[in-house]
């Protein structure tokens, strides 16, 4: 069982995109679904994760106000609006989903690692440039 992310591509500097994370019946029911980022060169970053209970949401500090992570379960998939968007977002971006790591300790510490993650797919490439 994969989350496979699609919907990257090429944008300027200040642009938009929407991420889609497509997911099987099974794979919705992970307690929390998450989008990770990793650049040429650097380890993978979590950005943002949404929990299947009571919708709660976590955004690493840079992309707080500029990205947006919601689901629709009818149509098995998450989503990553990313506006405002800068060229440190490049990366290949990555969903993946985990029913050990708990949102609410994600949000205490501050920083989503990707141990515990499962379901990784592969990613869609986010190039931000002008």
């Known amino acids: 069982v994969q989350l496979q992310a699609f919907w990257g591509g090429l944008v300027q500097p200040g642009g938009s995109l929407r991420l889609s994370c497509a997911a099987s019946?099974?794979?919705?029911?992970?307690?929390?679904i998450a989008w990770f980022r990793q650049a040429p060169g650097k380890e993978r970053e979590g950005v943002s994760c949404?929990?299947?209970?009571?919708?709660?949401?976590y955004y690493t500090d840079s992309v707080k106000g500029r990205f947006t992570i919601f689901r629709d379960d009818a149509k098995g998939t998450v989503y990553l609006q990313m506006n405002n968007l800068k060229p440190e977002d490049t990366a290949v971006y990555y969903c993946?989903?985990?029913?050990?790591?708990?949102?609410?300790?994600?949000?205490?510490?501050?920083?989503?690692?990707?141990?515990?993650?499962?379901?990784w797919g592969q990613g869609t490439l986010v190039t931000v440039s002008s």
């Open positions: 993946a989903g985990t029913n050990v790591v708990r949102i609410s300790t994600i949000q205490a510490i501050g920083v989503m690692h990707p141990i515990g993650f499962r379901s």
């Open positions: 949404i929990s299947r209970g009571d919708g709660s949401t």
């Open positions: 019946t099974v794979a919705l029911y992970y307690d929390v």
